[in-house]
């Protein structure tokens, strides 16, 4: 067994590594609450009533709001309105057109593919006639196209993106204090796209609302007065300082992920399991750190937000067994160890809840590919199998936890007994057990303190959330930026100081066979012999970590 | 915008410096304009019962007449739900991108950027409207400057309240919504924005507010305003305040601008502010018949054209003597 940097680096070259690690870590915190702008942006467009006129309907026109080719708007959609009564206008010609963005400082805006993703929400002002109010959860028929067009197209020239026939469930309730004619009904918000990319400068949403008494589509919505679209994109600020932050990450992480590999290579023995984990930890942050959202900028990659989601489960399931083997490999008993299956169980659990959360995952970006209508919280049976599924990745996760607490406790468990009997050792046999228990804690305290501060930044970011500020021009922390910058920026500092601390150190080997676990030992020091001041160094270490 | 715009000093009812404003914001006046029209129509609805009843004057160029020039509480009410109603009408105009001012966030965006909404978004639309509206009607009060004591200066401070309470009902109960879109739609990531408030619960608040509004008098140094009794709460920045008391509007008088209730319809069996008793002010009323035609039987959709059928019926119509 060799011992690992950690336990060979002066105080010294630790705390100066400490100290580098912490600056960069709050670096990551304050570069995302000054630098970028909030994380992402609300886009809310008013829908423009066009009347589409003719007896026959025209499924294939883009009505658009404004423009040179803008439609008929109807600006009133009462009954006593004198061109719906004059023109006898129904339902099924009215078409509520959104062009996304709106126009803003009198210019038309354009969206970028900076913008990674957009997410579309429908909100309806719904007012109360006695007459005609709103039924019991009544089923909302959306018959949906959805256009795009560049800047340096034809102003008419809007290619279909996608069309759909959707359904969703109404719910509204009138406020409690005023039940008079012209109140307007609270409505829950609707889902009604997801893009996962934004390649094109303007969106067009067409929506018709037709009305089928038999089948009871659009029946006993109430009066509709307005559609209004909310739609969320990331900003472009933030995508920038992301981008860079992953492609400043990326070669470091890297670069030490090489230096590990090459330490290991250099021993005159095979890896061994807890090495390979934390190599392979490696490789799943490098991949969560390969910036490969730069490509979203020139080429369509509607398939990112899922790539992402699913390189981000990657990293984290793999940060999961990472510590259920580092814990694993650090009780102090006499079973051999060093094998991945003996760790099945635990493993399994994580595989479990990591499938149960990409099946939900495919099952609402992965159709929202091919649909992006789509969600599978709109349909009864859809919302009972994404809970089925949520609810056994939270089962997997609760057995997971168990595990590790378990596996904690016997680490403890064994450290205790281990201490006990380690005046009776030799000095050599000590300072390798004084050396795991050393590692062990030290990891521990780390992994705590990340944990601790990942939860300490999401609350904070939570809670400024729903906090509205007066002044929008002053400095202020922008803590929910600061919580994604920060967290990520963290995983990063933990992942490559694992990285550095635990790779083998080749300033002593030692190598003690304690196989029969036996009284007998025999301790063999090779080549490299321990300096008089690195040994005393390590004494000193080790007698430290023991009083702790 | 150089040179004086013909359209801002035809609009009756600005004071010179609201023109100014007219003349730096041409394309806000539509939206003005729509927020003081619902401002009056949600006034209508709210009085429609009470002797006063919010009846504008066709043709005069305070609107509502000379029923204003007295400090009363209705002044106080008009006031606010105009400021409230051009907050209102300025933040929707906003949001549909009619405005060319109501601009998007420059907080923090590098300098080199040249599409700044890319960078941050857009700045929020009722923050917006608040501005503006609150420049907008108080530039009226802020023309002149008065001495101590005035009765002007009473005025000036009241109405300035009276406008921020105004604004202040629509603004403090904007609607926060959210929606979590965190990975595979967790909350990790969640965005707010804020919705106007419906005008009819702005409309309704403020009514509340103008049954509980202060009565308020100089304090000693003229220079500020203070609750005239003292068991009465302190008028809070949402609440609104009056100088003098509301006259009876019963009968027409030109000096108080009341119009009266003669002719009123009123509701004979109601105990309320719209029964007969109250409403007539004791005189009594008239009743006569009158047909009303009707829209019946009708198959409602959720917008448009109606099939109904048209059905009659004979009506008691009660009106003040």
Known sequence: MTGVVLENLSWKKLSFL?????????????????????PSNVVTVIGTKCYDRGSVLHRNRWFIPRGRNACESLDSLDSSDAKIVDESITEKQVVFSFWIPGPRDGAERQMHPIFQSMLGVLDLDIEFDPANPVGREPTLQLDIRMGVRNKDDREDDWKLLAESVEDRTLQCALPAHDKAKGAYYNCELLQLFELGSVHHHFYLVNIRLPVNF?????????????????????????????????????????LVLVWFWRRITQLDRPANLLERTLFSLGIAMSILNLPLEWFSLSFNTPFMVLLNDIRQGGFYAMLLSFWIIFAGEHILDTVERNRLNLYWKHLS???????????????ERGIQLKNPFFSIWVSAVGTKLALAFLILAGIAACCYF??????????????????ASLASMTSLRKSYYMGLIYRFKFLM??????????????????????YWKWADNEQRLEYSSAFFTGVYGMWNVYVFGLLSLYAPSHKTVVEIDAGDGSSEETVQLTDLPVTPTEASALQSFVSKAAQD | MVGSTPLCTQLKGLS??????????????PSVGRGAQI??????????????????????????????????REAAFTHAISAAGVLHSVSRSCKDGELNSCGCSRARRPKDLARDWIWGGCGDNIEYGYKFAEVFVNIREKDKNHPRHSKELARMLMNLHNNHAGLRAVYNYAMVSCKCHGVSGSCSLRTCWQSLPNFREVGLRLKDKYDGAVEVKFNKRGTKLKRKNRKFNKPGKEDLMYLESSPDYCNANPETGSLGTVARECNRSSAGTDGCNLLCCGRGYNTFKRKVVERCHCKFKWCCYVECKTCEKIVDVHTCK
């Not at chain 1, 912490?22 to 990551?28: E, G, P």
């Open chain 1, 445 to 466: 305290i780390l992994t705590l303190i990340c944990a601790a501060l990942t939860v300490v930044f999401f609350i904070l970011s939570q809670f400024s959330e729903g």
């Open chain 1, 402 to 419: 168990f595990f590790l607490c378990y596996m904690i406790f016997c680490v403890f468990r064994t450290i205790g007994t281990k201490r």
């Open chain 1, 349 to 363: 659990a994580v595989v479990f809840g990591c499938i149960c959360l990409f099946i939900f995952e495919m099952c």
């Open chain 2, 39 to 72: 401002g009056i129509h949600e006034c209508q609805f709210q009085f429609q019962s009470r002797r006063w009843n919010c009846s504008i004057i066709e043709g005069d160029s305070s609107v509502f007449g000379p029923v204003l020039e007295r400090a009363s």
């Open chain 1, 18 to 38: 400490g100290i580098c690690l912490l600056l960069l870590q709050l670096a990551f915190f304050l570069i995302g609450g000054l630098v970028a702008p909030a």
């Open chain 1, 214 to 254: 038999v089948k009871g589509y659009n029946v006993g919505i109430g009066k509709v007065i307005d559609l209004t679209i909310h739609t969320i994109h990331q900003n472009g600020g933030f995508s920038y300082v992301w981008f860079s932050m992953k492609s400043a990450m990326f070669p470091m992480v890297l």
């Open chain 2, 16 to 29: 010179p410096g609201q023109i100014g404003l007219c003349q730096r914001y041409t394309d806000h006046m």
